[in-house]
């Protein structure tokens, strides 16, 4: 998702996310493929029980994740496009790109 003011921000399917009685944060579409998956609605680490309905955007994290973001778009060692390291080098256009490219 873009901002207006050209940012990229956390796509809302991608927020951090934590249940209400959890301590731990989860990305929310890690969550759901846990538990569409036929997985039981519980936190992978405790197995606290849960569900989507309780989930609760972790904003601090949320903005954390923004900036590293921003940050890492900055890095000259980061692919321009999606922030990640420029891990492979393609033999088509002769320049390195990350596993996302």
Do not use: Y
């Amino acid at each position: 998702a873009q901002r207006r003011d050209g940012h990229q921000a956390v796509t809302s399917r991608r927020r951090p996310v934590m249940p209400h009685l959890w301590k731990h944060r989860f990305c929310k579409v890690c969550l759901e493929s846990l538990w569409n998956g036929g997985g039981s609605c519980e936190c992978p680490l405790c197995c606290q029980p849960s569900s989507m309905g309780e989930l609760i955007v972790n904003t601090m994290l949320e903005k954390t994740c923004e900036g590293f973001l921003e940050r890492c778009k900055n890095d000259p060692l980061a692919c321009k496009e999606h922030g990640e390291t420029l891990s492979l080098f393609c033999l088509e256009d002769l320049e390195p790109t990350c596993s996302k490219c």
